[in-house]
Nanobody, 122 residues
Framework: QVQLVESGGRLVRAGDSLRLSCAAS????????MAWFRQAPGKEREFVAG??????TLYSESVNGRFWIARDPDNSIYLQMNNLKPEDTAGYYC?????????????????WGQGTQVTVSS
């Protein structure tokens, strides 16, 4: 089992920066793919950013150039969010996939955290 605990979400203003953290514990592996997803009220969950077991990163078009994902050797990950916009308001979830192939499909991820709320006021 893998446990994921997110932190760092809060109310900010448009244009502000925020850093989310996801502490990973349990049976993690360096080959795990890690990702951030988000879900706004009334909307489907969407992929935000991911980092492959090999270290390569991928971002959604809506956050590319504003958000950055990084990971520690223990598979804890971070999401640096800059120039936040009201449309970034959502619950942000950390996820781990122990499969062989990296994917942006949340249904393929094996473990999820409880989420942390980010609210961006205009």
């Amino acid at each position: 089992q893998v446990q994921l605990v997110e932190s760092g979400g809060r109310l900010v203003r448009a244009g502000d920066s925020l850093r989310l953290s996801c502490a990973a514990s349990g049976r993690t592996h360096s080959t795990d793919h890690m990702a951030w997803f988000r879900q706004a009220p009334g909307k489907e969950r969407e992929f935000v950013a991911g980092i492959r077991g090999t270290g390569g990163t991928l971002y959604s078009e809506s956050v590319n150039g504003r958000f950055w994902i990084a990971r520690d050797p223990d598979n804890s990950i971070y999401l640096q969010m800059n120039n936040l916009k009201p449309e970034d308001t959502a619950g942000y979830y950390c996820a781990a996939d122990q499969g062989a192939v990296f994917t942006t499909d949340g249904r393929r991820y094996d473990y999820w955290g409880q989420g942390t709320q980010v609210t961006v006021s205009s």
